[in-house]
């Protein structure tokens, strides 16, 4: 299979940072999404890593580390409104594009 | 923008019925996929359609089957439902031809079933 591990569960104050981790087997990998998904709501796009290195967008970073099979997302100046559950996925390779989902990692912003 | 249309919203069937759910991808989207997400859980592959031709298949069950239109919208068919069936499904849709990047899966609202 293609274990892909997240936390279960983070805690954060508003206005601080927090980094949610990731780690994947590297075998096939073919990029990596982090989506945001509220209770209840679809998964929405937060950001793409295929390439070694960080993407910023915003509050939002994410980073990718392939030899390592590691993914970490940042979240700057958190607000109320960003707990919610994180979800790692990785497309693996092939003809697919189908993604495998982590368990998810369901954060907490208090004030 | 467009996005990604699933009906109904909200189905409720009792066991050993059968049920349909539809998904209208975004407006030249070639690829729909299809998830299951249980309560608590990551959402869940269960297949995919490219221009109309069945390209993966996750862990669905012989139950269920799904097809994809000569208008690109996609069904999921379900039948001889149970229980453990009562989930969220998500119908994604992205554009895989071309030179986008990374061809970004475009989420529906999806559809709650509950199974009694």
């Known amino acids: 299979g293609q274990n892909i591990d997240q936390p279960t569960e983070m805690t954060a104050t508003e206005g601080a940072i927090v980094q949610i981790n990731c780690t994947y087997q590297?075998?096939?990998?073919?990029?990596l999404f982090w989506y945001q998904q509220h209770a209840g709501e679809a998964p929405t796009f937060l950001s793409y890593?295929?390439?070694?290195g960080l993407e910023e967008k915003g509050r939002f970073s994410s980073f990718l580390s392939r030899s390592k099979g590691y993914s970490y997302l940042l979240l700057k100046e958190l607000q109320m409104k960003d707990s919610a559950s994180y979800l790692c996925a990785v497309k693996y390779g092939g003809a697919t594009n189908k993604l495998i989902f982590g368990t998810g990692t369901l954060l907490a912003v208090q004030p | 923008a467009a996005g990604v249309i699933q009906s109904p919203r909200h189905l409720i069937k009792e066991k050993r019925e059968t049920a349909t759910l539809k998904c209208y991808p975004i407006p030249r989207h070639d690829t729909v996929y299809w998830y299951q997400q249980g309560p608590g859980q990551d959402p869940q592959f269960l297949i995919s359609f490219y221009e109309k031709m069945q390209s993966d298949k996750g862990s669905i069950p012989d139950r269920f089957s799904a097809q994809q239109f000569s208008d690109y919208h996609s069904e999921l068919n379900m039948s001889s439902l149970e229980l453990g069936d009562s989930a969220l499904y998500f119908c994604?849709?992205?554009?895989?031809?071309?030179?986008?990047?990374?061809?970004?899966?475009?989420f529906g609202p999806g559809t709650r079933l509950t199974v009694l």
């Open positions: 994604a849709s992205s554009s895989n031809s071309g030179t986008r990047r990374y061809n970004e899966q475009f």
């Open positions: 590297t075998s096939g990998f073919n990029g």
């Open positions: 890593n295929v390439l070694d």
